[in-house]
């Protein structure tokens, strides 16, 4: 699970959503000599688990920022990987209008120019509602407009169908993930911490954040041991 590819601001909070481009091509540098198999991410949640599930990974994009292009597509290119980016689809060509003030951070997010773009190449785009709301905070109908509305809007801009979703902040209920079910999603990811396991629900697949902090000794841990499944306490 990634988020922004760039250097944080000196004046801003939340740096741990960050990843230095120069941190991010050695991580997928490594996963390259390491034999790790890069995937899209509906592969996984279909693998669900394997024997071989330790060598195979996804790579995950939360709310579509502008850097992504700029910092991440590169290199992803260098390497031939595929990637999923989880677009707010009111809010593309914009900034991040829902966590802007808290972080004291403004930005930028794609273009629907950028990620029609980018569609042409080995990016897919994943739903990210359609205003980055907590869904278990907001009304049913306002949650299943969310919801769906997103879903439509992308279908129409980009001509793909698209069947990933990424809860905004994690947060998600059983209501929530049923209407995720119901719009006819295949795979949906949380915040909560470690691997996809075999009879996992595709619907609330796990991840490993790799944060601004994350050293390359940490990055190791998290693929080759049970780092983040002790870290997120996977009954």
């Known amino acids: 699970m990634y988020h922004n590819i760039a250097h944080p601001p000196a004046d801003g909070r939340l740096k741990g959503l960050y990843v230095s481009p120069a941190m991010f091509g050695f991580q997928m540098w490594y996963l390259k000599v390491s034999g790790f198999a890069v995937v899209p991410l509906h592969q996984v949640a279909e693998m669900a688990g394997d024997n071989s599930s330790r060598r195979v990974v996804a790579l995950t994009f939360d709310d579509g920022y502008e850097d992504f292009y700029v910092n991440a597509f590169p290199i992803l290119q260098k390497y031939g990987y595929p990637a999923t980016v989880f ?108 691997s996809v396991h075999a009879g996992d629900d595709p619907l609330i697949l796990r991840r490993a954040f790799i944060r601004y902090n994350t050293h390359p000794i940490h990055f190791l841990c998290k693929l080759h041991t049970d780092y983040e499944e002790r870290k997120g306490l996977r009954p």
Request: hydrophobic share 30%; net charge negative; proline share 3%.
């Open 87 to 194: 677009v707010v689809s009111d809010r593309a060509g914009t900034t991040n209008s829902w966590d802007e003030n808290s972080l004291g951070i403004r930005k930028e997010l794609m273009t629907w120019d950028r990620i029609r773009q980018l569609s042409a190449y080995n990016v897919s785009f994943g739903y990210h509602t359609r205003t980055h709301p907590f869904l278990t905070r907001i009304g049913h109908e306002d949650a299943k407009e969310e919801i769906y509305g997103s879903k439509k809007m992308i279908e129409e801009q980009t001509g793909i169908p698209v069947e990933t979703f990424c809860y905004p902040y994690g947060d998600c209920n059983h209501a929530v993930t049923e209407m995720v079910r119901e719009a006819g999603y295949k795979a949906a990811v949380t915040t909560n911490r470690g």
